[in-house]
């Protein structure tokens, strides 16, 4: 088992559609929580980070941690057509010291989206 | 304001042939790290530096050697290509692991096929 899943689409809605976007993870030493996006044939941006659990909002996305349940979600609100992109969930543990495994990343293997008018 | 800069942005190869990657970043960031991104595989780890003159093997880092030679250079080395290192290799850099997030930055990204 991976240890974050995400659920690689591809999924398609029309332009004002609300989206979710979600990974599940195994790992309860992950504390922060990241989403990348990518456009096409680009290297992903980080567009999103939060810390251990609750929500964040910036503009028209919002991201949210559940660690009970070891969940995280992006909601795009009013989405639109230059919101076409893969969206890459990836998560790391607290780093407490130096040492050659500390502070890695762990992508899922990210969501295709479509947004079309 | 260029971040991480990759060389070459395409590469086609023979089998057996060697080659290297360049990245370079001009953040000052401490950490620099190699991927591979295939279809349904999502983004995997090859090596990465946590400092000049240092590397460490990461998920995936048979047939790939790397040197940090310079703190704003990583280089990834292919010394003997074989067709399942067909790939899109993506460079990152963050500023290190010591702050409470590692925010990585990434390349645009360099294809690669091996025939």
């Known amino acids: 088992q991976k240890e974050v899943e995400q659920d690689p689409g591809p999924l398609s809605v029309p332009e004002g559609a609300i989206v979710s976007l979600n990974c599940t993870y195994s790992?309860?030493?992950?504390?922060?929580f990241m989403w990348y996006r990518q456009y096409s044939r680009k290297g992903p941006e980080l567009l999103m980070y939060t810390y251990s659990s609750g929500n964040k909002e910036d503009g028209r996305f919002t991201a949210q941690v559940d660690k009970s349940s070891k969940y995280i979600s992006l909601f795009i609100r009013d989405s639109q057509p230059s919101d076409s992109a893969t969206y890459l969930c990836a998560m790391s543990a607290l780093v407490l010291g130096r040492g050659s495994t500390l502070g890695r990343l762990y992508f899922g293997r990210g969501t295709q989206l479509t947004v079309w008018p | 304001n260029a971040g991480v800069t990759q060389t070459p942005k395409f590469r086609v190869l023979k089998t057996g042939q060697s080659m290297t990657l360049l990245c370079a970043q001009d953040m000052n960031h401490e950490y620099m790290y190699w991927y591979r991104q295939d279809p349904g595989m999502g983004l995997r780890l090859i090596h990465y530096s946590v400092g000049e003159g240092t590397t460490a093997k990461g998920e995936v880092p048979d047939g790939y050697n790397v040197s940090r030679l310079k703190k704003q250079n990583f280089l990834l080395g292919l010394e003997s290509a074989a067709p399942s290192q067909t790939s899109v290799y993506f460079c990152?850099?963050?500023?290190?692991?010591?702050?409470?997030?590692?925010?990585?930055?990434f390349g645009a990204g360099t294809r690669l096929s091996v025939l």
């Open positions: 790992n309860s030493a992950f504390q922060y």
């Open positions: 990152a850099s963050s500023v290190g692991t010591d702050l409470r997030v590692n925010i990585q930055y």
